[in-house]
């Protein structure tokens, strides 16, 4: 009895210990699996396309079907001024992700990336895309006409008929179907929606479409062509080549413009011409200096002329102009402000060198490479004229709408419909 009740003893002894032993094998293996499978994190930093920070928005991790797996928000700013806009995913498996920011607009940021076994840092992504390649289909009238109205209706194969890119002064760009082009607006409907606005001319900087026609150039880009017509400097071009020059011409067409530049290094003094929408930039070279030398007289003659016309008013005399011309005898009360009048014109002129170097008006921009990648720097330039021009536009608009300056325009028109029934046909 004692012997059956030692080898009960001994067998229940053996299953608990083989019980045990297999209890820690099953351990070993769930902790080499754990190790086996490692969790890394995924951060990054969140910008617009001109480089500033995106702070405090929903940012979104989704597998490559779109299911969303995690959320975050990107960091503040500290005092609102610095910093901001960093992300960070933690315990992610690897795989293929796509990180999503939520700007609040049609268009936001949108990245695609791999984690493999490292952590991973993407940088900066930003909202930058490229402008869409698009095929032109074979139209039955690819003849187009500038001013002519513009049809918006898609023909087939393509999805969309005439598209335009509309710059606006700080170098960003939309691709849209403009509707109509007014005397101070410009009608558009955004490409790829049905939503319609509209942007006042002054805002924009050029708008052209795909078949390489101008619908609008702005008072700066005219002024700008006209600065550096006929200076040295050099052209960088869409794809990043460099071309200098020693003469530069724009043809003054709305139709697939050309600009041509000369080379006097070139013996056979042959020019080169360009497509105006492959240009990206243009610096002029020193020869720049006369922009501002010309500058510098017309403010000093607008200085001299409004304070000799203010000295008219209050001493109801011309003797005021004598003091302003020079005197070749010491006794002679006269040319008091001979001297400082043209000591004053090398101030201005000195000032004038001066702002142009500050401000970069030797840099001109022209048609951007992507949308919401703007220009380093604003285009606009301010006109006198122009201003002067808006501001009496309310005064002169309707006298030029009027009847009689209507007949008086048609004169020629009339006159030349008068001889062509004077002369007889051939066939009379």
């Known amino acids: ?238 794809n990043k080549d460099t071309l200098h020059f020693d003469n530069v011409f724009f043809e003054e067409s709305y139709d697939s413009p050309q600009v041509a530049t000369f080379h006097y290094n070139d013996t056979s003094y042959t020019t080169q011409y360009h497509s105006f929408f492959d240009i990206y930039k243009i610096k002029t070279g020193p020869s720049y200096v006369g922009n501002s030398v010309e500058r510098a007289f017309k403010t000093g003659y607008i200085f001299y002329g409004s304070l000799l016309t203010w000295q008219l008013y209050k001493k109801r005399s011309f003797s005021v102009f004598t003091d302003y011309l020079p005197s070749f005898s010491n006794k002679s009360t006269k040319g008091k402000n001979y001297y400082s009048l043209i000591s004053s014109f090398s101030f201005f002129t000195i000032g004038w060198i001066t702002y142009d170097w500050y401000r970069d008006r030797r840099s001109n921009y022209f048609t951007p490479t992507m949308e919401n990648d703007p220009f380093p720097q604003n285009m606009f330039i301010f006109s006198m004229n122009e201003w002067v021009k808006n501001k009496a536009k309310p005064y002169y608009s309707p006298i030029l709408e009027s009847k009689i300056y209507k007949f008086w325009k048609d004169r020629k028109k009339r006159k030349a419909e008068k001889e062509k029934k004077k002369r007889k046909s051939v066939f009379d």
């Not at 969790?39 to 969303?68: C, H, R």
């Not at 700007?103 to 930003?126: D, Q």
């Not at 023909?155 to 179907?177: C, F, K, Q, W, Y």
Request: charge should be neutral; aromatic fraction near 10%; glycine fraction near 6%.
């Open 1 to 238: 009895m004692k012997i059956i009740i030692k080898i009960i003893v001994f067998l229940i002894f053996c299953k608990i210990t083989f019980a045990q032993s297999e209890l820690s094998n099953n351990t070993v293996q769930q902790d080499t699996l754990v190790e086996e499978i490692e969790l890394f994190s995924i951060k990054g930093k969140a910008a617009y396309g001109n480089g500033i920070t995106v702070f405090d928005a929903e940012v979104t991790l989704l597998d490559t079907n779109e299911k969303l797996l995690f959320t975050t928000r990107s960091s503040k700013k500290l005092f609102n001024r610095f910093g901001g806009g960093r992300f960070k995913f933690e315990d992610i498996l690897p795989g293929e992700y796509i990180i999503n920011v939520d700007l609040g607009t049609r268009i936001g940021i949108v990245k695609r990336i791999e984690l493999k076994n490292k952590n991973l840092n993407v940088g900066t992504i930003t909202n930058t895309v490229e402008f869409p390649k698009y095929e032109v289909g074979d139209y039955s009238d690819s003849t187009r006409i500038y001013l002519n109205p513009i049809p918006t209706d898609p023909i087939e194969p393509d999805s969309i008929n005439v598209r335009h890119i509309m710059v606006d002064l700080d170098g960003g760009a939309t691709n849209v179907i403009i509707d109509s082009v007014l005397r101070d607006s410009a009608f558009f409907t955004l490409s790829g929606e049905l939503t319609r606005d509209s942007i006042p001319l002054d805002r924009t900087y050029i708008i052209f479409n795909d078949y390489g026609k101008i619908l609008h150039q702005s008072s700066s880009m005219k002024h700008r062509i006209k600065e550096i017509q006929k200076r040295d400097g050099f052209i960088i071009f869409q």
